[in-house]
């Protein structure tokens, strides 16, 4: 990164600190002013922000997948792992 300036990519790489709290003030700062003169990385920020929270709510409830459902779901996954 040049001097303040927070390009957009960076903003997306810092993302997962930035609403954890663990960058260092000044770039907290910095990220904060991109977002506040940046309307899309902002509406990014908030779209993840949403999807974590739908996250949580999703994990707090139990889903029960049918059992053929799970092992088709397993073998797709192992198949593109192996990719």
């Not at 990164?1 to 600190?17: I, P």
């Not at 991109?34 to 949403?50: D, G, M, S, V, W």
């Amino acid at each position: 990164m040049r001097g303040k300036y927070v390009s957009c990519q960076e903003c997306v790489n810092l993302l997962f600190d930035y609403l954890d709290s663990s960058l260092d003030p000044d770039m907290m700062k910095q990220l904060d002013e991109h977002f506040a003169a940046c309307p899309p990385c902002i509406n990014f920020l908030k779209t993840y922000q949403a999807c974590q929270s739908m996250e949580r709510k999703m994990s707090d409830q139990e889903v029960n997948i049918p059992m053929e459902m799970e092992e088709r779901l397993k073998n797709f996954l192992h198949e593109q792992l192996r990719g």
